[in-house]
Every structure is written in C-alpha cells, then in structure tokens.
C-alpha cells in the first residue's frame, strides 16, 4: 500500500484559519499582531520569500510592513532599524531575510533583535530555551515538521527518529523538537559513513540535506514517517525535495510532498509565532 500523504497545504489552511480567528479576537482587543520584514539588497529568491510572508500576515488579518534596503546599507545602519522596532509596540515579531549581504554579521544581526520579537527562532537565546525545554519561539520550519508528524496521530514517545542535516535553522532544532516529544533521536549529517544504516532503523526520517535522491527506498523501513525538507530542482528544472518520492511512497507509512509538505508550513508557523508575540503581550 502507498505511504498515505501528509498534506501541508491542507494543514497549513486549517492553521491559518485558527491564526485568523486568534488574530480577530485579539485585534477587537486592541492589539492587532504585527511583523516586520526587512529584506536588504536584490536577491531574487529573498525578494520572493519576503513577499510571500507579507502576503500570508495580510490575508490572516495579521499587521505587516516590509522594509527594502540597498545592498550597500550599512550594518550600523541596519542594526539601528532594528532597534527602532524592537521599541515598535505595534511590532509583534521581527524578521531579517537571509542571506544579507557579505559586509553584515547575519548573528550579530540576529542577536540584535529583542527575544521577545525573535519569531524565527534563530537567537542563541531562542535555541538555548528550546535546549533546555522552556517556553520560547521555535525556527518555522522545524515546528512546521513537528505539526506535520503530529497530524499523522503516530506517538513519537519510543520511536526512533532520524534527522539528517544539522544546521542551526532546521537539523539540530528538529532533532531536539522530536527529543521533547520523547523520541529517541539520532542526528546524520556530511560525515556520516553509512547513511541507510540509520535511516532503515528509523521510524520517522526527517530529510533536511538540500541533495536530491537523499533518501531511497531501500533506506526506509516499511511504514515509517518521512518528512522531506529539501528543496532542490530536478533535470527539468522542476521543485523538488531529498527524497526519491516515486521510490519511498511504496514503503513508507506517510511521506510529505515537494511542493506541498514541508514549504507551506514553514510560513504558516511564522504566522503562529507572531501571534502568540502579540498574545503574551496582553497576559
Ligand atoms: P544546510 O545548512 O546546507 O545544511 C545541510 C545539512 O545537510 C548539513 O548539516 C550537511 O552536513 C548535511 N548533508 C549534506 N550532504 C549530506 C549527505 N550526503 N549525507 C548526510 N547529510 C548531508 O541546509 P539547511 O538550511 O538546513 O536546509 C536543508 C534543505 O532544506 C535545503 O534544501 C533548504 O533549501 C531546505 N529548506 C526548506 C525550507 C522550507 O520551508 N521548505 C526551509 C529551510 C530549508 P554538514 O553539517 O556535515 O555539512
């Protein structure tokens, strides 16, 4: 039987829904959820990721403002923006796309926007209250995943989890959200030897490497979770993920689709983040 297809763009509609509800409620409160985008420089695929954020905020009812800078805008100058909005009590959640331009510290950057508005979850300090399991803004994508395996119905508490890739923004955050949901966890990354050996213990893989053909069938146990993270550009130059799609989906129990898993979702908890901000401002 076919992995059943855990579906992001359905998902993400039903949370958005909530987000859009929550954020009526709290603006007839009088306090309307805010985000601040700021992209700096032309990079054609930032420029595209900005604008679908800021037209995510505007249809969940949610306040936004993009901020466009030159390439050549100092990193003084940036960190300055960044305090002005930090004090922006109309301000909930406060993003900076990446990559910046190669004359800006991207941590300094990131470290310079207040934690209580820190809705991607980069921060030393977000990543250090998501180790030690305290409350916190957890990276969109990550959590995206963790409500995608949610949605399965599956108890992660005693499975085996597989994680590959162990980047700041999405393996080592992912790793330990499956550890607080009580799944035994190992992380894979460039240096791991034998790749499947992991992956066919696994009962639930997480593909997060940006390398086509990652993940094949022979490394998937029958029935097991597969999230795919990548995003990568086949042959005929169309989206696609790590995973050899057409191979796993016989063999897994339920697999996420490039496009339509992971990507969706990853906005959408940025929503959820940026709500819950403006949330904890009226408790
Ligand atoms: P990254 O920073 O480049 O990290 C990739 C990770 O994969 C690294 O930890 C690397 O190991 C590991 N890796 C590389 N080759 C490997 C191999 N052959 N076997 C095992 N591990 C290997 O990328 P990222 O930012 O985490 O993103 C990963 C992918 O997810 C990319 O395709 C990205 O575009 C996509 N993504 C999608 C979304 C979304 O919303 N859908 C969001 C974020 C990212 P080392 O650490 O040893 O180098």
């Known amino acids: 039987m076919p992995a059943q297809l855990i579906n992001g763009t359905a998902l993400s509609q039903q949370i958005r829904a909530d ?5 009526a409620a709290l603006t007839a ?30 249809e969940a009812g949610l306040h936004s403002v993009l901020e466009k800078y030159d390439a050549s805008l100092s990193e003084a100058d940036l960190l300055a923006r960044i305090e002005a909005l930090n004090a922006d009590p109309a301000i909930h959640g406060i993003l900076v796309q990446m990559p910046l331009p190669k004359h800006i510290n991207p941590q300094r950057v990131i470290e310079t926007i207040s934690t209580a508005k820190d809705v991607d979850g980069y921060s030393v300090q977000s990543a250090g209250d998501l180790m030690a399991g305290l409350p916190g803004f957890r990276p969109c994508t990550p959590y995206g995943c963790m409500k995608l395996i949610e949605s399965t119905g599956v108890d992660l508490r005693g499975k085996h989890a597989v994680v590959i890739g162990r980047s700041n923004t999405v393996g080592k955050p992912m790793a330990l959200l499956l550890l607080q949901a009580n799944a ?21 893989v997480v593909a997060a490497v940006g390398r086509r053909n990652t993940v094949t069938a022979d490394m998937v146990k029958p029935g097991a979770i597969v999230i795919d993270v990548g995003m990568n550009r086949n042959d005929e130059g169309k989206l696609c993920g790590d995973l050899d799609f057409a191979g796993v989906s016989p063999v897994a129990g339920w697999i996420t689709p490039v496009p339509g898993g992971v990507g969706p979702m990853t906005i959408t908890m940025l929503l959820v983040n940026t709500l819950e901000s403006a949330e904890r401002v009226t408790r």
Do not use: M
């Not at 987000?19 to 954020?23: D, K, L, P």
């Not at 309307?32 to 990079?43: F, M």
């Not at 966890?185 to 213990?201: A, E, F, K, M």
């Open 19 to 23: 987000v859009a509800r929550r954020t």
């Open 29 to 58: 409160r009088g306090v309307k959820p805010g985000l601040a985008v700021i992209l700096v420089g032309e990079d054609p695929a930032s420029a595209v990721y900005v604008r679908n954020k800021v037209k995510a905020c505007g």
């Open 184 to 204: 035994t966890v190992t992380i894979c990354h460039s240096g791991t030897p034998d790749l499947g050996l992991h992956t066919r213990q696994a009962d639930v």
